[in-house]
């Protein structure tokens, strides 16, 4: 499975985007999916997940609330709409495709990796 990650950008503390995931294969709706973000200096981050059907998901409580992660699995795509945007979401955002039907948490389940797209948040 092929990731392809956009929507990033600049935007203003409270503000708004949202990702897209663009899966190369139709497998991708077998496989559980999440966000995973990484800031300068830090190590990558679990941000949400969602099952391979969509009848579950998970955020981390940093995001919860704010972040709604969701697929359309006959676009092959996985998006992530952000709300209420705050400095301490600025990051590379990626995409992955867990091992499983399941979503996880966990960076060691996912066998695929988008290439990031980058969230500026100013203040």
């Known amino acids: 499975v092929q990731l392809q990650a956009s929507g990033g950008g600049l935007v203003q503390t409270g503000g708004s985007l949202r990702l897209s995931c663009a899966a190369s294969?139709?497998?991708?709706?077998?496989?559980?999916m999440g966000w995973f973000r990484q800031a300068p200096g830090k190590e990558r981050e679990f941000v949400a997940t969602i099952m391979w059907n969509a009848s579950g998901t998970y955020y981390a409580e940093s995001v919860k609330g704010r972040f709604t992660i969701s697929r359309d699995n006959a676009k092959n795509t996985l998006y992530l709409q952000m709300n209420s945007l705050k400095f301490e979401d600025t990051g590379v955002y990626y995409c992955?495709?867990?091992?499983?039907?399941?979503?996880?948490?966990?960076?060691?389940?996912?066998?695929?990796w988008g290439q990031g797209t980058l969230v500026t948040v100013s203040s």
């Open positions: 992955a495709a867990s091992r499983h039907a399941s979503g996880s948490s966990q960076v060691g389940h996912y066998g695929y």
């Open positions: 294969r139709r497998t991708f709706s077998n496989n559980g």
